[in-house]
């Protein structure tokens, strides 16, 4: 009789391989198989799916308490969608059935999403072709860069779990690369979710440098700005902020506008060839 294996789960995030929400995730994810933990050696939020030539690469083996069992894992000198790729290609023994990104501290929703090293991470994954998924937790500002343990992982674990199952089972239909899943702060287990599309709504809003010379170090920072007016009812700012669902937001890698493109090609040529007619005249 031939046993069947577990399915094998690569998770990784971008708050770095110490994150309490890591390992928040890797005991829940460990319900559904084989988790390998594959992570960034150091805090690399905000790096998208970054592939910084600076990165060393260097892979360190480590040892974590988890749940009580003692777990290897690994720690690499890169971003996050590079430690999918080392997990991918160097560590994992087995093709992974499913790659999970976080448990992220702060929420990755509306027109920044490509800045999330939590999504970043999702997308490398799917970019391989496994099912892949992004999950984040609302926090204060103040939390971001932390490894707060006032932060309860607890409901975004569920959901996470809940929907590594679903995923694990079912395929994600065509155009659907990966699910971004967005937990608000005070969500438990039996907090309703909804399906929601990425809002075209600035969210997180850059903050010019506090400095008097431009020569003086210095990075734009950031700032939450929500106008409720502009909020689309069915979006992932919505959902999250408003109603206080979980939100879950399909994505694909095709950024290609979804418009007719025969007929966009047709007003560009027409466009075109009345400005040569003008520049001619």
């Not at 998208?48 to 360190?60: A, E, L, N, W």
């Not at 992982?153 to 990966?178: E, I, K, N, S, Y």
């Not at 069915?234 to 418009?259: E, G």
Request: with cysteine.
């Amino acid at each position: 009789m031939v046993r069947e294996e577990k399915p094998l789960i690569l998770l990784t995030n971008d708050d770095g391989i110490r994150s309490p929400g890591l390992w928040a995730a890797a005991e829940a994810l460990s319900q559904l198989g084989f988790v390998m933990v594959v992570a960034p050696r150091d805090q690399c939020s905000g790096s998208g799916r970054s592939m910084p030539v600076s990165s060393d690469g260097k892979i360190r083996e480590e040892t974590v308490e988890v749940g009580g069992k003692s777990w290897k894992v690994y720690a690499v000198g890169g971003s996050p969608a590079q430690a999918v790729q080392h997990g991918i290609l160097e560590l994992t023994p087995r093709r992974p059935a499913l790659v999970v990104s976080g448990i992220n501290y702060g929420e990755n929703v509306g027109t920044g999403v490509t800045i999330s090293g939590t999504v970043g991470a999702a997308m490398e994954g799917a970019a391989h072709g496994i099912p892949s998924m992004a999950v984040s937790i609302e926090t204060g500002k103040e939390f971001h860069l932390s490894y707060s343990r006032s932060i309860d992982f607890q409901a975004a674990a569920h959901f996470a779990t809940f929907f590594g199952r679903l995923m694990l089972t079912r395929p994600l239909p065509p155009d659907v690369d990966l699910l971004k899943v967005e937990v608000p702060s005070d969500a438990t287990a039996d907090t309703p979710w909804q399906v929601t599309r990425l809002s075209r709504a600035s969210y997180y809003i850059p903050v010019m440098p506090e400095r008097t010379r431009l020569d003086e170090p210095g990075r734009p920072g950031y700032e939450v700005s929500l106008d409720l007016g502009k909020l689309e009812p069915d979006s992932d700012v919505y959902h999250l902020r408003i109603a206080r669902h979980v939100s879950v937001t399909p994505l694909s890698l095709d950024f290609t506008s979804r418009v007719d493109l025969t007929s966009l090609e047709q007003s560009l040529r027409a466009s075109a060839e009345e400005g040569t007619t003008h520049a001619i005249e």
